[in-house]
């Protein structure tokens, strides 16, 4: 028999209740006025939500991030602010609180000597997990994806990646990034030894080319770093191709809070496609992940995708497939299969992430630097080496949609995209699948880009592409179709 939730009625009351959350009958909220409860919640009952002070200008001060879940008998006392990130997992009979009573003079029951302090915070990261019984209380922060054991009694801060148990708990395990493993640690100099070794070996680099466009690395940044944090297991590496606007000014006020933010400036320009090129060898991340400045990372990603990375840390690439947001992770192997799944959105940079154990086995990484698709170049240059790959559809980024420029349209989709197949014909990619791949792209990707441009009068350079067309597709049997449709793009805006 099903346990009915909340009445609308008293949800309403709430100081926030997020679409598709459900909250059982039969527990106890008191205050909902000072409770924020975020999407796709989920508390079983029986539940004690109690805010001990009702200060309604510091209101909320219980706080329940998207996708949490718990199971009976969770307790929450706030006095000035608990907070639990998104997506955490509480198991029955949880105590969380911020504060507790005084016990002096020891002549008289605590209960009647006040609380303890009324400016503490409890803050539990975004995917920690949280074991039956456990109690947490006082001014601390659980970070991102750690673990309390059951039956734990916490007390004080836990690092991101950490597993805790005991009374009080200590570290018993930190995660390793490099081995995909949880190593064990016998002591807090332990604990702390090998979490330094994580911060100089993260799971992932965010690596950023940026050139004039502050605005844009703002949004980006602030996208990035609110959801990772100082957390070890993530780098972000500005390259600066010698900006003459305020980018050196907004990264330096991100740099003040956040330690995993690093940065360099070219003393000139040195182009798009190196400075490329030259951020993703800095990262020291065993997963190196291209940024362009102007996609912005949707809340509630960059977790679930550093998952991905520890659970298929063998693959040598991991394409982001943003036009299919159904969420499926899949594995293949080999360039056919690639080629098939990713088509030309292998080009996209924001999409591309490499492991840099093999990135760095590639003998000539900079052989189609000048083509403004070098980074489809290496990751085939990769899965020659280490077949395995994986996709992740999920739509992570919203887009600046600033108008493509600095290089002709025609030469890029046409001349580097053909050219780079064909370096691989025979060597991972046989005629049948690049002539197949070619249909599909013109087709499904380049002319609906084209009209695009043309259409929108975007300042994409489109000069002489027709006659690039031509030289790539003249032997195709759909090849005096497909430049019909082109001319009547072209024909269409100039007409009007």
Request: aromatic content about 10%; charged content about 20%.
């Amino acid at each position: 028999m099903s346990v009915p939730n909340l009445h609308p009625d008293f949800t309403a009351r709430f100081h926030h209740f997020g679409e598709n959350s459900n909250i059982q009958d039969g527990g106890q909220i008191y205050c909902p006025e000072g409770v924020y409860i975020g999407k796709n919640v989920s508390i079983r009952a029986h539940y004690y939500f109690n805010i001990v002070t009702e200060d309604i200008e510091t209101y909320p001060k219980i706080i329940i991030g998207d996708g949490c879940t718990s199971n009976p008998g969770f307790i929450i006392s706030a006095t000035n602010y608990v907070e639990l990130g998104p997506h955490v997992e509480i198991d029955s009979n949880v105590f969380i609180s911020d504060t507790g009573h005084h016990f002096r003079p020891v002549d008289n029951l605590a209960l009647s000597q006040g609380i303890g302090a009324n400016r503490n915070r409890v803050y539990i990261g975004e995917g920690t997990s949280i074991g039956e019984g456990a109690v947490i209380i006082g001014n601390l922060r659980i970070g991102k994806g750690s673990i309390v054991r059951p039956h734990s009694f916490v007390e004080c801060d836990i690092p991101d990646y950490c597993i805790v148990a005991g009374t009080p708990a200590r570290i018993m395990q930190v995660y390793d990034p490099e081995s995909g493993n949880w190593i064990d640690v016998k002591n807090e100099e332990e604990a702390n030894k090998r979490i330094s070794i994580r911060r100089l070996q993260p799971l992932m680099s965010i690596c950023l080319p940026t050139y004039n466009r502050a605005a844009n690395l703002d949004h980006c940044l602030h996208a990035i770093l609110t959801q990772v944090g100082n957390n070890e297991l993530v780098e972000v590496i500005v390259s600066d191709n010698a900006s003459t606007d305020a980018t050196p000014q907004v990264v330096a006020k991100y740099r003040e809070q956040y330690r995993n933010l690093m940065y360099f400036r070219n003393e000139e320009n040195i182009g798009a496609d190196r400075n490329i090129f030259q951020v993703m060898f800095k990262g020291a991340g065993k997963f190196i992940k291209l940024q362009g400045d102007d996609d912005y990372q949707i809340e509630g990603t960059l977790l679930p995708l550093l998952n991905v990375l520890q659970k298929h840390g063998d693959c040598g690439v991991v394409h982001v497939n943003v036009h299919n947001n159904d969420g499926q992770v899949y594995l293949n192997e080999g360039l056919p299969h690639f080629l098939a799944a990713t088509s030309i959105m292998s080009t996209f940079i924001t999409g591309t992430i490499l492991r840099r154990e093999d990135l760095l086995r590639v003998d000539t990484p900079e052989h189609f630097l000048d083509s403004s698709f070098n980074q489809m170049y290496i990751q085939y240059a990769i899965l020659q080496h280490n077949p395995r790959f994986c996709i992740i559809n999920r739509s992570m980024y919203r887009f600046a949609a600033n108008d493509p420029s600095g290089y002709n349209f025609g030469n890029v989709v046409f001349r580097s995209y053909q050219s780079i197949l064909n370096y691989f014909l025979g060597n991972g990619l046989s005629e049948q699948d690049i002539r197949i791949d070619k249909h599909l792209v013109l087709y499904n990707k380049i002319i609906p880009w084209f009209h695009d441009i043309i259409q929108n009068r975007k300042k994409t350079n489109t000069d002489g592409f027709e006659d690039i067309f031509s030289q790539f597709y003249k032997d195709e049997p759909y090849f005096e179709q497909a430049l019909q449709w082109i001319r009547s793009i072209r024909a269409s805006v100039s007409a009007s």
